[in-house]
């Protein structure tokens, strides 16, 4: 009788930890350090992404951009010194169709700065740094 009992937490505890074991597998926890978020910026019929979004990001969390022109004709992404700083500028130098370019936001401060194609007036939208 005891070791039937003994048995049976035994198992309770194989199954409780295989359990935990399988959970951690299905969800596994975010590794400490430095989290990278990834932003991919296509630019397509003379807007970025068909809506030109608002990017939010972390103040000094860089993020990795890659922007990609899948037009027929020549596109670039700049984003300008600000007046008090506080963003890192971005100048992919001009993309032709199919050519594609990665960098990287950096926001030192808190803010809403701009980034935007420099050969077509609508393609432009805002980095938000909080
Ligand atoms: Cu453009």
């Known amino acids: 009788m005891r070791n ?5 937490i035994a198992i309770s505890f194989l199954t409780v930890g295989a359990l935990w074991g399988v959970g951690n597998l299905l969800n596994p926890q975010e590794e400490s350090g430095t ?16 809506t030109n979004p608002d990017i939010h990001v972390g103040v000094n969390v860089p993020a990795k951009l890659v922007v990609c022109n899948e037009d027929t004709v020549t596109h670039d992404l700049r984003v300008d010194e600000a007046k008090n700083g506080g963003i890192t500028p971005i100048n992919t130098a001009p993309l032709r169709g199919g050519q594609d370019f990665l960098t990287a936001i950096v926001a030192e401060k808190p803010g809403t700065y701009e980034y935007y194609c420099s050969y077509h007036l609508g393609m432009r939208g805002k980095i938000i740094a909080q």
């Open 35 to 50: 989290k990278v978020e990834s932003i991919l910026l296509i630019a397509q019929r003379s807007s970025f992404n068909g």
């Open 4 to 8: 039937n009992i003994i048995a049976i």
